[in-house]
């Protein structure tokens, strides 16, 4: 079965830094990779999607990295500020998978002043 | 827009009694899923629907029902809660592509 793994320690970085979050996948290929966020006690929100066959991809001061020989995706916050801190979430959607978006189990991040 | 709606926030059962999760979306997505969330876990996709009439089984579908009469509504159905049922419930849709979240059910089972 697939298997998605993100850090479940914790991230502290300080305001001004960049934040990358690690989100690495057993088995089957991926038809493409979505970023969330999640804030306690509220549901996920949407950030970034990236496709198997594009390498990186930006929004603001979010970008995401996609290595499918690594298996791997890197999710990137510069200048990260207090109110960057939240869990976030990678979810796959697997080809042949058609909407289902299998989850990881999100990485917290806490940016200090 | 309202998005997705989902109802009740908060619910406590005890063993053995039934209910009804409601969830509803005004986005005209033919894409509706649940998902549970516990720590450690992660969100597990428990049933999902590609359109009215049509639902299918995620990966953790014991001791839940779902049904799809419209496009706007989702219901998803414990019919006899157990305590391994306490978790926070997720509704989303899409269409497709990025998931649209509900604010959460949080069911607790005594």
């Known amino acids: 079965s697939q298997k998605i793994e993100q850090n479940s320690e914790a991230l502290n970085i300080q305001e001004g830094k960049t934040a990358t979050l690690t989100c690495n996948y057993t088995n089957y290929s991926p038809a493409y990779l979505q970023w969330y966020r999640q804030d306690p006690g509220r549901g996920p929100v949407f950030l970034l999607l990236?496709?198997?066959?594009?390498k990186e991809k930006r929004k603001e001061r979010l970008k995401v990295t996609f290595d499918t020989t690594l298996k791997q995706s890197l999710f990137h916050i510069t200048a990260s500020q207090p109110a960057d801190s939240a869990t976030y979430l990678c979810?796959?959607?697997?080809?042949?998978?058609?909407?289902?978006?299998?989850f990881g189990t999100g990485t917290q991040l806490k940016v200090e002043l | 827009n309202a998005g997705v709606t989902q109802t009740p926030k908060f619910q406590v059962l005890k063993t053995g009694q039934s209910m009804t999760l409601q969830c509803a979306q005004d986005m005209n997505h033919e894409y509706m899923s649940w998902y549970r969330q516990d720590p450690g876990m992660g969100l597990r996709l428990i049933h999902y629907?590609?359109?009215?009439?049509?639902?299918d089984q995620g990966e953790v579908p014991n001791g839940y029902n779902v049904s799809r009469s419209t496009t706007e509504d989702f219901p998803l159905r414990l019919l006899s809660a157990a305590p391994s049922q306490t978790s926070v419930y997720f509704c989303?849709?899409?269409?497709?592509?990025?998931?649209?979240f509900g604010e959460g059910s949080r069911l607790t089972v005594l």
């Open positions: 990236i496709r198997e066959n594009e």
């Open positions: 979810a796959l959607v697997f080809a042949g998978g058609g909407n289902k978006l299998t």
């Open positions: 629907s590609v359109g009215a009439g049509i639902t």
């Open positions: 989303a849709s899409s269409n497709p592509g990025e998931l649209f």
